[in-house]
């Protein structure tokens, strides 16, 4: 090293030095030192003088970097023309003598070259990626090349634009280099000392993969992930996935790194924390991480690298974007959240919240009830919202008590001696309902003009009040013959058959699977549609089937199901951004694919709640003719409230397809005036943003740019939240599963099945499920409920038993385990297991054996 360097690095702090130095060693740096050698020198500085097991190494401040542009005049242009300037420039020679006295007291073997720019490694930006880093580094040329590329990579495109989203001054920022002892690591990944997703602070998350930490970091392989909690005796383990190991990522002989399989690999050595990582292991990461976070005052993203049964740290930084931590939630809370999980699936659009969205389906369906019973609704307690973007559900209840609670059994008893349960479906308003939607339904969106658009908008979200005053009618008269029936079951000693009395309800989503069977039939009985259907991906199906004359037939009828059912949402979803069947017919010839190609489950000889029923008309009281009477009546009005819930619901999504159709017309006129990249996202702005436009056009140049730039930001402001999940997981944490179970979650339907898994996230998956499979979903609407008749159990990350999935489960008498949390990523395709949906658990089976003749026999 040289003269000015030693002298700079006893004079203490860089940041105290009176002549800039040129090369620092670590153990001379502290976390103040970020103008000298940027966020990540100066934290790894600050964690060498605090005793943490860091390589050693020294840091190329930004004088250094300073001088280099200097002298050979780089200062005058940026971006491109600066980054290939640095590529043909002379390292200065006083510089390239310190760089190498410090390489060669550092012992000149393979090294880590990375940038640390003045503007990184922040609370508020981490910079993660936006400057290169070069692992390997072997030889006095290849280190001096390495400094120089870091030093071109400040001016990366990628670089310069977070710069920009950041607001940053592009010419303040400067870049040191850290060059530091490569571990030649075994094992390598990172750990997070909170959680990043759900921001628990007690959680403790540690990803790793063998070989260098950069196949982790730079996305390149699925990690083993783990999560740790702590507890009264410590850090225990909670949560264990192991990763596919795509890649790993080697030191090559003669510098640089390669990539290679897995099963080429050299393998980790005896000694190393493990493969995958032990416990003991783990848990000496999580200690080695709290103590980091106790050292900088807050949760920190590490980078660590393992070898010779040794660990390293070879990066720390804040972790930016972290979720706050959630207060204790109460149980009510929970249940809202569950609800909110199973209802909004994924975040809704601006458009969605002021249109067809949660704030409009609750209001409407569920704002006069809840009026009713004294209570006021505050929607708007719900989300968290930032320039119209939802963030996450609060976690409050949005109801509150009123002085009118006081009044609430009055009006409901009132209520529900004025209607009669029996009528309901005969009622004018429900007539309305439907005619009003059919009128829309006519309209071409496309021959509009932009006023009707916006009424047409309008017409349609009125409709909706209308059903929430037939639930406002009757469904107080079916929740009190709901109670009375319970109590009635309790004093009888039979209330566990309450469940089976309220099923086998008719409601419309049974009306609509049995005409989805009836399609089916017909493809299984005759050979030229199975094998279309055998034979096609369904997405290629329509076009097929029009082109035989009996698929033209079948298409008739299919023509009459949308027209009838269509408006049912596609993906599951009560959001106006997501298609309906109409829009994507692609999703109902997938189901009917898998329902194609599965044996028909005969009928129940008599109805699980025919059969419930008998048993409690033999009770002794129940023989008496007044008692028997007032029970069968009793139970009629209490088998009204589910068909209530799900039919009214069925009508609320009459207005989907139009209302879906015109918004998007909106769109594609604000992308024809260059305001919009393309009609979807028209989703991005508020109905009232929408409304300014007068159907003036092209429209005034200022409020065009304006709506240009809320889109934009808004479009940003989502991709960011990606990662970031509506309803905190913690609000939907399950009980630890029992014993050997793989999960828990909420009884849904009774019963126990085995069979292998199958995930399906969306509805672009729904034909990839198979006969006997079971279904794991992350959450289930009515649309999802024709996956029904072919699995034989089904698993839920969200919803309870009063799901619909719960519901219509115990209609087809399949296991149901709802609210597992997480199911989704705990099981996988093809993984053989058993549901106990009496006691909502998820179990390891025992995999089946194949015999000689092919079959697969019992294990």
């Known amino acids: 090293m040289s003269d000015q360097a030693r002298t700079s690095g006893a004079a203490g702090s860089a ?23 940027g966020g990540k020198g100066a934290n790894l500085g600050e964690l060498v003088r605090a005793g943490f097991p860091v390589p050693a190494g020294f840091v190329v401040t930004t004088a250094t970097y300073d001088r280099f542009v200097a002298d050979n005049r ?10 290939d300037a640095f590529a043909g420039a002379p390292i200065p020679p006083e510089v390239g003598r310190d760089i190498l006295a410090a390489y060669h007291q550092l012992g000149q073997g393979p090294v880590a070259v990375r940038s640390s720019a003045t503007a990184e490694d922040l609370p508020e930006a981490a910079f993660a990626g936006q400057q290169d880093t070069f692992l390997n580094v072997v030889g006095t040329e290849a280190l001096l090349d390495a400094v120089r590329r870091c030093w071109a990579s400040l001016w990366s495109e990628r670089a310069i ?9 592009q010419q303040a920022v400067k870049l040191a280099v850290v060059v530091q002892r490569l571990v030649a690591a075994e094992m390598a990944g990172v750990l997070f000392t909170a959680n990043p997703v759900t921001g628990a602070r007690d959680e403790i998350v540690v990803d790793a993969s063998p070989g260098l930490g950069e196949a982790v970091v730079s996305g390149l392989v699925t990690p083993d992930h783990y999560v740790l909690r702590k507890g009264r005796w410590g850090w225990r383990i ?27 690999a050299a393998a980790p050595q005896p000694a190393m924390p493990g493969y995958p990582l032990r416990g003991s292991v783990l848990r000496r990461l999580a200690r080695l991480g709290a103590a980091i976070e106790r050292h900088f005052g807050g949760p920190q993203d590490v980078e660590w690298a393992g070898a010779g049964g040794k660990v390293f740290i070879v990066q720390a930084r804040p972790i930016t974007a972290l979720p706050g931590p959630l207060p204790r939630p109460s149980r009510l809370a929970r249940v809202m959240a569950s609800l909110m999980a199973e209802m ?103 021959a509009l003009s932009w006023a009707d658009l916006l009424a047409t908008v309008r017409a349609a979200l009125a409709i909706s009040p209308l059903l929430g005053e037939i639930r406002l009618r009757y469904i ?23 469940g089976a009395l309220l099923s086998g309800v008719e409601t419309k989503t049974l009306e609509t699977n049995r005409a989805l069977e009836a399609l089916a039939a017909r493809i299984r009985s005759n050979p030229t549609l199975a094998d279309a259907f055998a034979q096609h991906e369904p997405a290629e199906l329509w076009a097929v089937l029009q082109a035989q004359p009996s698929g033209r037939a079948w298409l008739a009828e299919l023509r009459v199901f949308l027209d009838r059912y269509g408006h049912r949402e596609a993906g599951g979803t009560l959001l106006v951004s997501q298609s309906t069947w109409k829009d994507a017919p692609e999703v109902v010839l997938g189901m009917l694919k898998g329902r194609a190609l599965a044996e028909t489950r005969p009928p129940t000889e008599r109805p699980v709640w025919k059969a ?31 068909q209530l819930r799900e039919d009214t619901r069925f009508y609320a999504t009459l207005i989907l397809p139009v209302l879906r159709r015109t918004l998007l017309e909106l769109g594609r006129r604000l992308a024809s005036a260059g305001i919009l990249d393309a009609p979807e996202d028209v989703f991005h702005l508020r109905l009232d943003e929408i409304e300014r436009l007068d159907g003036t056009w092209p429209p005034p140049r200022q409020l065009a740019d304006e709506l240009r730039a809320l889109v934009r930001r808004r479009q940003e402001r989502r991709t960011a939240l990606e990662g970031t999940p509506l309803v905190d997981p913690r609000l939907l944490r399950r009980a630890e599963p029992e014993g050997g179970a793989l999960l828990r979650g909420t009884p849904g339907s009774p019963g126990v099945a085995e069979g292998l898994v199958r995930v399906v996230h969306d509805a672009s998956a729904f034909g990839r499920l198979r006969p006997g499979e079971v279904l794991v979903a992350p959450y289930t609407n009515p649309a999802w409920t024709p996956l029904f ?29 709802m609210g597992t949390g997480d199911g989704t990523r705990r099981l996988v395709d093809g993984e053989r297991v058993r549901i106990d949906g009496t006691r909502g658990l998820v179990l390891g089976a025992a995999p089946r054996t194949t015999g000689h003749d092919g079959e697969e026999q019992p294990g």
Do not use: N
């Open 612 to 642: 419930a029923q008998d048993q409690l008309l033999a009770h002794p009281l129940l023989r008496l003719s007044p008692l028997r009477s007032a029970f069968l009546e009793l139970l009629a009005q209490a088998r009204c409230f589910p």
């Open 789 to 817: 008749q072919q699995a034989v159990a089904v698993v839920v990350d969200s919803g309870g038993a009063m799901s619909h999935a719960a519901i219509v489960a115990r209609e087809y008498g399949i296991p149901a385990v």
């Open 344 to 446: 909004l699936p994924v975040r809704p659009y601006p458009l969605e919240v002021t249109t067809w969205g949660p704030g409009l389906v609750i209001s409407a369906l569920l704002g006069p009830m809840v009026r009713m019973c004294g209570l006021a609704l505050r929607v708007d307690r719900l989300f968290i919202e930032e320039d119209g973007v939802i963030v996450r559900l609060t976690g409050q209840l949005p109801i509150r008590p009123t002085p009118g609670i006081l009044l609430a059994p009055l009006r409901i008893v009132r209520q529900a001696r004025r209607y009669d349960l029996a009528r309901w479906r005969a009622d004018p308003l429900l007539a309305e309902v439907q005619a009003r939607a059919r009128t829309l339904e006519a309209r071409d969106p496309r």
């Open 161 to 169: 634009a977070y710069r920009e989203r950041q607001g940053l001054d």
């Open 15 to 37: 940041a105290t030095a009176r002549t800039p130095p040129l090369v620092l060693p670590l153990h001379k740096l502290r976390r103040g030192d970020l103008a000298v050698a």
């Open 74 to 83: 780089l200062g005058e242009t940026i971006g491109a023309a600066i980054r």
């Open 238 to 264: 909670v949560e264990r996935r192991r990763g596919r190991r795509e890649v790993v990522v080697q030191p090559r002989a003669a510098g640089g790194t390669e990539h290679v399989a897995p099963d080429t």
């Open 476 to 498: 107080p008269g079916a929740a009190l013959a709901v109670g009375r029936l319970r109590l009635a079951l309790g004093l009888l000693g039979r209330a566990d058959r309450f």
